[in-house]
């Protein structure tokens, strides 16, 4: 079968490979009907991660049930499914606490497991025409037949629960302010979810004009452009004393305005720990701030020593003197899944407006580098195997 195989620093081509098989008893097989690209995935993409050439891309990944393993319970042929990117096993203290996302079953040495993603375990990714899932009882989430919401549902493997788990991260109650860092798809759903949950203003910072529209337009979220001046000051001009609550949906690739570069992508232009000192700055005291933007503990592209392992100039000193709380890490997507798919089916929630591109598998490659360059009007990469 076809897939999208990573082949080196900004290189991926979709090539054959063996087509997955049923390997345990938990096991089943789905044919991909629409699998996305993340920002996640540019990470190792741009060679800023220790992933290795030959990998399977691919953790957001929905579509049709082919085969079912003798002991899936719940699931047959046919049935369409959704598949956290997370793989978890659902019985291990994490999953049982609801942390899916550090299930200590599915990757040994290491708290949680992905498909097609450097060090999260050996499971393919799906940016292909067929993928295992497996403790499938567990990690398919049900969908209603048809084609109905293929969109918005493919985000329910990631970036719509991602977005909502920041504003959880945060402790977001309605009626409060909150300022969400990056309006990439990610933090996109991160202001829709503010919306949705009830917030009373909302800023979204980003440098990319069409990504700022989309979140003026859907999420009701003030546009702020960090290049043209330092966002924190734009956000206190308009909102004294700070926001109630902050969400990074950047992460350790952040663009310093003050650093210049030929290109703006160079990660000359980058500065690891801006956003989460932007965000300590614009929160007030006592606020709290939820950070899915991902960081890493080994960075070979870092621009320096102390980030290449992870150590970050963040100013702890003004965190602590402004009693301010925070919480990291991967998305539970299972925490969520189910009850924003059930808004989705009623109407109350549409984040399908973050899409822009639908595109064969073989445009993969392209698409890719549009992504990469942040490209105006490049937003949600789907791709259709
Ligand atoms: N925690 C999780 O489970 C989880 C899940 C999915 C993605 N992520 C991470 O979330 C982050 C965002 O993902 P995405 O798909 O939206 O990717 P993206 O790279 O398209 O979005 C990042 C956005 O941040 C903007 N940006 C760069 N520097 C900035 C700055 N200083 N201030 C404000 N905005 C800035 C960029 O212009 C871009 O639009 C990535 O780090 C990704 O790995 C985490
Ligand atoms: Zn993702
Ligand atoms: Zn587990």
Known sequence: MDAVVFQGDHDVAVEEVDEPEIEHPNDVLIDITTTCICGSDLH??????????????????????????????DLE????????????????????????????????????????????????????EKLRIPYADFNALQLPDGDE??????????????????????????????????????????????KLKGASKIYSVDRVPSRLDLAEEHCDAIPINFEESDPVEQIKDDHGGGVDRGVDA?????????????????????????????????????????????????????????????????????????????????????????????????GRADPSFVVSHRVGLEEAPEMYQRFDDREEGVTKVLLEP
Not at 50 to 69: C, L, Q, R
Not at 161 to 180: C, D, R
Not at 183 to 190: F, I, S, T
């Open 250 to 346: 950047v992460g350790y690739q952040a663009i310093d305005p003050d650093k210049e570069a030929d290109d703006d992508y160079d990660p000359a232009r980058e500065n690891p720990a801006i956003v989460l000192n932007n965000l300590i700055r614009t929160v007030k005291p006592t606020g709290e701030l939820g950070i899915p933007g991902l960081y890493v503990p080994d960075d070979p592209g870092a621009p320096d020593e102390m980030a290449a392992e992870g150590r970050l100039g963040i100013d702890f000193g003004l965190l602590f003197e402004k009693g301010q709380r925070l919480g990291t890490g991967q998305c539970n997507v299972k925490e969520y899944n189910r009850q924003l798919r059930d808004m989705i089916i009623e």
């Open 77 to 128: 042929e046919g049935d369409r499914v959704v598949a956290p990117f997370n793989v978890a096993c659902g019985f291990c203290e994490n999953c049982e606490n609801g942390y899916t996302g550090f299930c200590t079953n599915v990757n040994p040495g290491f708290a949680g497991g992905a498909y097609g993603y450097v060090a999260m375990g050996p499971y393919k990714g799906g940016q292909a």
């Open 149 to 194: 919401h293929e969109d918005s549902f493919s985000l329910l493997a990631d970036i719509f629960p991602t977005g909502w788990h920041g504003t959880e991260l945060a402790n977001l109650q309605p009626g409060e302010s909150i300022a969400v860092y990056g309006a990439g798809p990610v933090g996109l759903m991160a202001a829709y979810s503010a």
């Open 44 to 73: 190792m993409y741009e060679g800023r991660t220790a992933a290795e050439p030959g990998i399977v891309f691919g953790h957001e990944n929905m579509g049709i049930v082919t085969e079912v393993g003798e002991g899936v319970s």
